[in-house]
Structure formats: structure tokens, C-alpha cells
């Protein structure tokens, strides 16, 4: 036990120093020769590519109309109904156009540094089987959206987002509509578990993914306690097994290992390092959304100061993968929660507690670069237009003191 803790220190240490975190270990530079870590402390500020290669209707209604899906609940549904062929050729354009090399520019000019890419086992065609239906051919723009991401100097963080028969009930983010998940055994974990394989293996061979530095074994698993402690015991020491066994096939030197992700536990799906003895290059993801927290007060003045000292570190280090500026249900369209502008400036400043209290450990992606929603809580895209969020973060408010 005493071996095994200090073991575990030892290599929590080694693994913020010499981490393939952009900037703590490694540079990395545009084309162009910019270094977007340079000036930011090595803090990861990045957004999600949400609804770019698993779309999730609700964030994109007209979108998903256009493609032909409107009214199915998720890719599985729509790409059954429409049939193989006509849902091949309907996503492609998807992928070509929801996020374009143009969106990743923008990127940059806002001092942003990192991106996560949602993605769905499905994208390794040869795991899906003949009772599930997925849009095939989008590893290309996978490869095609990576390269621009690494020729701009960005951070990716790869994120297995859609696991196989789905981690989660009844929502389309894992690519299905499946109201009893079947993630959870070993004949999924194993599917899951090639699928990171098969992703490690590409990124350390192709130059498109060189920026990639993080791979996320598993977006927001269930907190059911059963499952999630099946997932921790069986998974996520297998997948670090089978991650480091394709490096080392590769002779990937030690320091440029991915940094394996997996939800923090401050998700509620137990304490992810529990049955890992080896946490060299591990990182974990936080999802802070105020919308689904019923025990903070909603005033301005309390949102403002709960974050201000909102504390994000109970894994290490930790990433706060997905948050928004969104509000509870009952608060959504109160006069003075409405995202409009008369209400910019406590946003503005929400924002900018947030961003403090992320800051504190290794930062932040904001859920979600782009939205169809006409609102600026859900879309970084927008905040910045309605001057929510800053062009440049010299801009960002001390709120916090
Ligand atoms: C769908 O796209 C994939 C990948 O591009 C291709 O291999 C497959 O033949 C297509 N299926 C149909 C029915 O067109
Ligand atoms: C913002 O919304 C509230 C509530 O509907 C309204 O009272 C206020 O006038 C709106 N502000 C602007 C600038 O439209």
C-alpha cells in the first residue's frame, strides 16, 4: 500500500512536469511559426466542436431539417430511415460545412488555444455490426479538420463522446437514442477499447493529428454505481494497458504518450484512478454546467461569486471540458437571464469568473463553439459578437479581485 501511494505520487508529479500538455513539455507552433501557450501560462482555453461529427439536434434544428433528420432523435435514427447511401452523402456535406478551416481562424483570433473533437466509435467503420447505422466516411474530414486545427497551432483533445450500444440513456450525444445503455461489459468495453487503438495508432502516424495530445476514453459515463464501477475496473486499466501497448509498438518516446482523459470525480461516476497503477501522462475532464445544479442560488451576484471560487481539482490535473453560460429551466426566460443585451454585462463577467476559476487548474473548452439556438450561453460564436465573451482576453475582467 505505502509502495503503491508513493508509486502514485511520484508519477503525479512526473506527469505535470513533463506532460504533453501543449507548452508544459512540448511547443507547438503554427505554420506560421505562432505559440498560442506562449502568453496564457500553458492554460488550455478551447471550445467543443459540438454537433460537428456527433450532431446533437437540439443545437442545430434547421441544420438537421436541411440534412434530411428532422424529427429523428439522433445520427443512429436519422441514418436508419434514410438508408445508408442517402445518409453518406447528407452528412458529408455536414462535415464539410458546420465547422470549416475559416471557423478555426476565427478561433485563433479570439486567443483561443485548444479544441475537443466529439467523436463516435462508429468513425472505425469496421466495429459497427449489421443492427446499427452510422454515416460512413467521415474519418477523412476528421483528418481534414485536425490538419487545419494543426497548421493553426491549436491543442486537440480527441474524445471517444459516442461509445458503442451508448454510455448513457436517451441522449443523442452517444450517436444513438438507446433507452437502456448497453455500454457497460465486456464485449462494448472491447469495441471501445479497438477503437482507441485504432485512434492512437493514426495519431502518432499521421501528421494531421501531431497537435493531438489528449485522448478521452469515455465522454460522461453514467453515475450508476454498478456501472461505473464495472467501467473503472475493467476499462479504463485496459485502456490504458492497450493505449501504451500500441505506443510502445511504435517506439513512441515516453514523453510524447498521449494524455489518457477520463472524467474527473467530481462527475459523480467514482474516483477514475481507483484501480490504476499507472497514472504516468493520465488527465481528467470536469463538466461544470450551473444550468443542471440545483443547489446554487440564481442571482447575479451569487452565480458571480460561486464561481469566483468555484474550486475544480479533485483529479489532477484536470481540464473543465465542457461548461456553458447556460441557466436553469425556471430561469431561462426571466427578464433578467434573458440572452439579450441588457444582460451582457453580468454574462461578460460571469464569463470571466468562470474562465478565473478554471484558470486555476490547467483551463477550460466551452461547450459549444457554434449553435443554431440564437443564444449566446450555448455558442462561443456568438457570445463574442454580443461582446459577452472578449476578442482578446487582455480585455477579460478581474471579477474575481
Ligand atoms: C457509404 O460511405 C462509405 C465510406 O465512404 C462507403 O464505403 C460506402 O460504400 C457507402 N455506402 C453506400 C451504400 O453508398
Ligand atoms: C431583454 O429581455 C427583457 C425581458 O424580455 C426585456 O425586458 C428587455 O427589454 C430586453 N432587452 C433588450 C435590449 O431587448
Redesign the pocket.
Known amino acids: 500500500m505505502a509502495i503503491l501511494s508513493r508509486f502514485c505520487m511520484l508519477s503525479a508529479l512526473a506527469g505535470l512536469a513533463s506532460a504533453w500538455l501543449a507548452g508544459d513539455n512540448k511547443e507547438i507552433t503554427s505554420k506560421d511559426n505562432k505559440n498560442l501557450f506562449s502568453s496564457v501560462n500553458n492554460k488550455v482555453r478551447g471550445v467543443n466542436l459540438g454537433s460537428q461529427f456527433i450532431f446533437e439536434p437540439w443545437l442545430g434544428e434547421s441544420a438537421w431539417s436541411d440534412m434530411g433528420c428532422s424529427g429523428r432523435a439522433s445520427e443512429f435514427d436519422c441514418v436508419s430511415s434514410m438508408?445508408?447511401?442517402a445518409?453518406?452523402e447528407s452528412f458529408?456535406k455536414h462535415w464539410g460545412s458546420w465547422i470549416t478551416q475559416d471557423d478555426i481562424s476565427e478561433m485563433v483570433s479570439y486567443g483561443l488555444n485548444t479544441i475537443r473533437v466529439p467523436v463516435g466509435y462508429w468513425l472505425r467503420?469496421d466495429l459497427v455490426d449489421s443492427s446499427e447505422h452510422f454515416?460512413?466516411?467521415g474519418l477523412e474530414y476528421v483528418q481534414k479538420l485536425c490538419g487545419w486545427a494543426s497548421d493553426a497551432g491549436l491543442y486537440i483533445i480527441m474524445d471517444l463522446h459516442g461509445a458503442p450500444e451508448a454510455q448513457t440513456p436517451n441522449n443523442a450525444f452517444t450517436g444513438q437514442n438507446n433507452p437502456n445503455p448497453g455500454f457497460y461489459q465486456e464485449d462494448q468495453y472491447e469495441r471501445a477499447l479497438k477503437f482507441l487503438e485504432w485512434m492512437a495508432e493514426m495519431i502518432h502516424r499521421q501528421d494531421e493529428f501531431r497537435n493531438v495530445g489528449m485522448l478521452e476514453v469515455l465522454n460522461e459515463p453514467m453515475q450508476d454505481n454498478d456501472k461505473a464501477s464495472s467501467m473503472r475496473e475493467n476499462y479504463y486499466p485496459k485502456a490504458f494497458e492497450r493505449i501504451r501497448a500500441v505506443e510502445t509498438k511504435l517506439s513512441v518516446d515516453k514523453k510524447d504518450y498521449l494524455h489518457i482523459q477520463m472524467m474527473d470525480k467530481l462527475w459523480g461516476s467514482g474516483d477514475p484512478t481507483e484501480h490504476l497503477d499507472d497514472q504516468y501522462y493520465a488527465a481528467y475532464d470536469d463538466h461544470r454546467y450551473y444550468k443542471w445544479d440545483k443547489s446554487v442560488e440564481t442571482t447575479h451576484d451569487n452565480y458571480i461569486s460561486t464561481s469566483c471560487k468555484d474550486k475544480r481539482d479533485s483529479n489532477s490535473p484536470t481540464i473543465v471540458g465542457e461548461w456553458s453560460l447556460a441557466v436553469p429551466k425556471s430561469m431561462d426566460k426571466a427578464s433578467d437571464w434573458q440572452p439579450n443585451s441588457s444582460n451582457a454585462d453580468f454574462y461578460r463577467k460571469w464569463f470571466a469568473a468562470q474562465v478565473h476559476s478554471y484558470e486555476q487548474g490547467q483551463g477550460w473548452v466551452f461547450w459549444t463553439w457554434k449553435s443554431q439556438l440564437n443564444d449566446y450561453r450555448w455558442s462561443y460564436q456568438d457570445a463574442v459578437k454580443a461582446g459577452v465573451i472578449p476578442k482578446d482576453f487582455n480585455s477579460l475582467e478581474d471579477v474575481c479581485g
Open positions: 438508408g445508408q447511401k445518409a453518406n458529408a467503420e454515416p460512413q466516411g
